[in-house]
């Protein structure tokens, strides 16, 4: 995949288009596809329409993106243009619709050819695991269980996938401190045994900071911060740049609320 454009000063996502939709990955709870791409790249694509809307690949970006600058293994993540055509040749019906629905940009993962999921056998570094439980229990992520752990070992190496239901601040807007003062259930954690976020947390809240928060949301397509109408939110930011704002000032005082959550 080609490197991160620059776009006048701030590095956006690359842009890809996508070519043929190979098959449906059915273990994953929103239907993600795998995508072939323009840059002959293969790619699990996160899609607009499914359950959850935009705002789970905004967290995909935003969580994905905030643990790569933190020393998380992430896939490499790129928006891709997908045409309604893509999905009138699926014969699977479900595909067809959500594929069609889903015309436009989407997101789209960089596929990790022949990793499989994490067992407890595989022995991970544990400064690579304080700073994934750390990522998660900052970004409030559940999805990291035993039994869906979102973890994948490639080339040796643990990678964390599969955000899109962090930050449920974003689902019902108005109550800042109440997310930002959420404990966190280490017990559900498959990671929580083999690293203590403890041992990161100087060097990772430094790091956190409004200027790395701005990036990262930067490079969340507009579209997707809007006000959804199919879920009203009163509370909801009315504008991307009020919306982008209103993340980082969340995660800013998520960040300031540590002894709340921290084990
Ligand atoms: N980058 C990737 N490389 C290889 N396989 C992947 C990648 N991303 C996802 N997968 C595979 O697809 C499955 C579904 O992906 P993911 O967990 O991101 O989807 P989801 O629909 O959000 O899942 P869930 O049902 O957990 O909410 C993963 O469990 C994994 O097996
Ligand atoms: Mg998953």
Redesign the pocket.
Known sequence: MSAPEDLGGVVGLPHVTATAYLTA?R??????GLVEADDLGTY?V?FTA?GQGPK?LVAEIVVGELGRALGVDI?DLALIEVDAELGRREPDEEVQELVTASAGLNLA?????G?V?YDPSFEVDPDQAARIVWLDAFVANV?RSAR?T?L?VWHKTL?A??H??CLRFHHAWGRPEAFARSAYRYDDHVLAERGDPRSVHAELSAQVDRALLSDVLDLVPDAWLLPDPRRPDPQAPPDAAAARTAYVDQLLLRLAEADRWLP
Do not use: M, R
């Open positions: 990955l273990e994953g709870g929103s239907l993600p699990v996160k499914a789970a896939p993962v960089d596929f990790l050819p990793s999921g999805d869906n979102n994948l990678w996938i599969d899109g239901a």
